[in-house]
């Protein structure tokens, strides 16, 4: 009886792993093959689970990698953490180590990152209020709904976005 219920479930994964893998195949193909000749151990990590996060639908969890990997790259670069990403990028591009467009693409996709993160982190609140667990919660941006768990589209900018700068970073080969 076990091994059969067991097999079902085995069964029930294979199903589903079979119906997001020629998804997953689809998405991939619209990210731009990137091959970098030096980037740092971390950074590659982060590359790899943004990619293969936004590949399999966990658009959020890619948007999140993205802007993670942004940070640790430019604090690596700048040689010290700053107040706030946003303070960074405008160091980073004041040193010469971001150019003006690349600084442009970096600033998109902190404000991408920032989207979710701050969406995400005001539903919290929200739940932990409803539930008693704290007192009193304010929005800080009231316009802001957080409607689904990320966005195709902002993910897909996201990877895009870090290819770019990683690739002016880091360079690349064909």
Do not use: W
Request: hydrophobic share 40%.
């Amino acid at each position: 009886m076990e091994k059969e219920r067991l097999d079902k479930k085995i069964k029930i994964i294979k199903n589903e792993y079979n119906s997001i893998a020629p998804k997953a195949a689809e998405r991939l193909q619209k990210l731009p093959f990137l091959r970098l000749t030096n980037l740092p151990p971390t950074a590659d990590i982060c590359l790899t689970e943004a990619t293969t996060t936004y590949g399999f639908g966990t658009f959020l969890a890619s948007i999140t990698v993205c802007r993670v990997c942004l940070e640790a790259v430019l604090i690596a670069e700048h040689g010290k953490k700053e107040r706030n990403l946003k303070t960074l990028i405008n160091k980073c591009k004041k040193k010469g180590i971001l150019s003006r467009p690349i600084a442009k693409k970096a600033h998109q996709l902190r404000e991408i990152g920032n989207n979710y993160v701050h969406m995400l982190t005001n539903k919290i609140a929200e739940e932990l209020v409803r539930a008693g667990k704290v007192r009193r919660f304010q929005r800080t941006n009231e316009d802001v709904i957080l409607v689904e768990l990320g966005k195709e589209s902002d993910s897909l900018k996201a990877n895009i976005l870090l290819r770019d700068i990683l690739k002016f970073l880091y360079g690349s080969q064909p």
